[in-house]
């Protein structure tokens, strides 16, 4: 199975689909990489948020597979904004990792309320590391439009991705349309929103119709509007059901049935970026 890449603005390339390990329990998360990259898969999504990122270096270590043919990314954590902790807090992330660079490091979420609102200069630290060529990319995390617009106004940087919710119950398309208006890739995180498209009549009757699993359906339905998407499972049989993703695909009606879901910001399953202001102890 081949898997799409999507060229980025610093001229990188990024698989499309990737395994995300968020709510992986750190003792689990080695076995859970393991049977995701004998699956195939060849990007995996951590953050230092986590606490799994030892686990995701092992995997890949153990996999045998060559360093350079699995991207990584991995991002800062909310307590460490401040330029001097951004620095110590990303050494931390390679040293757990094992790895001497990492693929992506984002900022994990803007925090506008926080640091005097000052999630610019942590966003020049992050142009240091891909300076000196330990993150081969870098981007953000939950931005909003407003907070792009400011790092658009007073840095030289423009990121890579912004990794922000999205799935067919919140398409989030004004961040979207920011994004590709300014050659800024999205991510969606919760692409199957959280596994709940699988409750969903519309959703289940396209999957009937293409004979696929909801999941499969909702996933499609991203690669097709062109995001990258990781999604999460530590159960082997849907690891693998998450990958096979190209030998199908929505028609026209299906993909305008399912994009029929946005419920706005009634339907996101997280927090809203621009009042998340979690730091954790
Ligand atoms: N930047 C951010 O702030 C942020 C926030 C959240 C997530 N993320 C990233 O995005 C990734 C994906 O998001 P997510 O983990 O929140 O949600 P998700 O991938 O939409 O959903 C994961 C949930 O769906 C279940 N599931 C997985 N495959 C399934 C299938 N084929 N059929 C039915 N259920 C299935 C999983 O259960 P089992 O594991 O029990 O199989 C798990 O409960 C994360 O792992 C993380 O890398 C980033």
């Known amino acids: 199975m081949t898997i799409p890449t999507i060229e980025l603005n610093d001229g990188n390339a990024i698989p499309q689909l990737g395994f995300g390990v968020f709510q992986i329990p750190p003792p689990e998360t080695a076995k859970a990489v393991e049977h995701a990259l004998a699956a195939g898969y060849r990007h995996i999504d951590t953050a230092e948020m986590y606490g799994n990122e030892r686990g995701v270096g092992e995997a890949i270590r153990s996999s045998g597979i060559a360093r350079d043919e699995v991207f990584v990314t991995s991002k800062l954590n ?29 900022i994990h979420w803007p925090l506008p309320t926080r640091y005097d609102g000052d999630f610019v200069s942590t966003w020049q630290t992050l142009a240091e590391f891909k300076a000196d060529g330990r993150a081969r990319s870098i981007g953000v995390s939950n931005f909003q439009v407003a907070h792009l617009e400011r790092l ?3 840095t030289e940087t423009v990121p890579a991705v912004n990794q922000v919710e999205a799935h067919p119950f919140f398409h989030n398309d004004a961040v979207r349309a920011y994004g590709r208006e300014h050659g800024i890739a999205t991510e969606a995180w919760a692409p199957i929103a ?3 498209v699988g409750d969903d009549d519309t959703i289940r009757a396209v999957a009937d119709e293409l004979g696929r699993t909801p999941a499969q359906v909702a996933l499609r339905w991203h690669i097709q509007r062109g995001d990258i998407v990781f999604p999460k499972s530590v159960t082997p049989a849907r690891i693998e059901e998450n990958f096979a993703l190209f030998d199908f695909e929505l028609g026209d009606d299906q993909m305008e ?6 419920r706005g910001e009634d339907g996101r399953t997280g927090p809203n970026p621009d009042v998340f202001d979690y730091i954790p102890a």
């Open 78 to 106: 909310n307590n460490f904004h401040r330029p001097e902790d951004a620095r110590a807090a990303f050494e931390r992330t390679l040293d757990e990792l094992g790895f001497d660079y990492v693929d992506l490091f984002l």
């Open 152 to 154: 658009a106004a007073e």
């Open 194 to 196: 959280k596994g709940k």
């Open 257 to 262: 049935r399912v994009g029929g879901l946005d």
